[in-house]
């Protein structure tokens, strides 16, 4: 499956931005998703993951009640709804695609897949 992430940009602190993420090649539904972001000189951190029919959500605690995610499985496409952003949210933001079953505590190893990132940027 290929992966393209988009939507990211640049935002005020407390503002809002939605990103799309579009498979190709096999339906979304197969695997479990997630979407990790890595800031500047930090390691790449997991921010959500969601099972294959997109009931089950987990939120890493930086975004929870902030961020929302969703996958259409029909259109392919996972999104992530970002709200009351902040400075710290300033990052690259990946998409990804695994194989395991979806846990609270999946990691980069958990996923198969990635797409190229696209760039958030908070300014305050």
């Known amino acids: 499956v290929q992966l393209q992430a988009s939507g990211g940009g640049l935002v005020q602190a407390g503002g809002s931005l939605r990103l799309s993420c579009v498979a190709s090649g096999r339906t979304l539904s197969t695997y479990s998703m997630g979407w990790f972001r890595q800031a500047a000189g930090k390691e790449r951190e997991r921010v959500v993951s969601i099972d294959r029919s997109g009931a089950i959500v987990y939120y890493a605690d930086s975004v929870k009640g902030r961020f929302t995610s969703s996958r259409d499985n029909a259109r392919n496409t996972l999104y992530l709804w970002m709200n009351s952003l902040k400075a710290e949210d300033t990052a690259v933001y990946y998409c990804?695609?695994?194989?395991?079953?979806?846990?609270?505590?999946?990691?980069?190893?958990?996923?198969?897949?990635w797409g190229p990132g696209t760039q958030v940027t908070v300014s305050s």
């Open positions: 990804a695609a695994g194989y395991s079953p979806t846990t609270p505590r999946m990691e980069e190893s958990d996923f198969h897949f």
